[in-house]
């Protein structure tokens, strides 16, 4: 039991604490119209926020990442980009491809 503390520690004070006000946020957020212009502005916030994290981890790569080129990391966004919009906005599609884009090309390049 001993080695199991962490991981119930992690979800006391990670998971449910965040869970909580994804829950609220679904309950208070019936009957809100997705194209009012408050939640327009909102999205694009979160947007611009999330483009700018992933724009810093990719040119200001941390730990293994920063082993690998700059200019593989960037074609790698690329491509991710790229199947993001080919498969309609698939943010999945655009991550796996990315992902193997950087992988190929760095064992590729090795």
Do not use: C, H
């Not at 503390?5 to 119209?33: A, C, I, K, Q, T």
């Not at 991550?95 to 090795?110: C, E, F, H």
């Amino acid at each position: 039991m001993s080695e199991l503390w962490p991981y119930l520690l992690l979800v006391l004070v990670g998971f449910l604490p965040n869970e909580m006000w994804r829950w609220l946020g679904v309950v208070f957020s019936r009957g809100l119209d997705e194209t009012s212009e408050v939640l327009v502005w909102v999205r694009a916030v979160a947007t611009a926020i999330l483009t700018g994290v992933v724009a810093k981890i990719v040119v200001f790569a941390p730990g293994a990442l920063a082993g690998v080129p700059l200019w593989i990391r960037l074609g790698a966004a690329a491509v991710g980009m790229v199947a993001f919009f080919v498969f309609r906005q698939s943010v999945f599609a655009g991550i796996v491809a990315s992902t193997l884009a950087l992988m190929a090309v760095d064992l590729l390049v090795r």
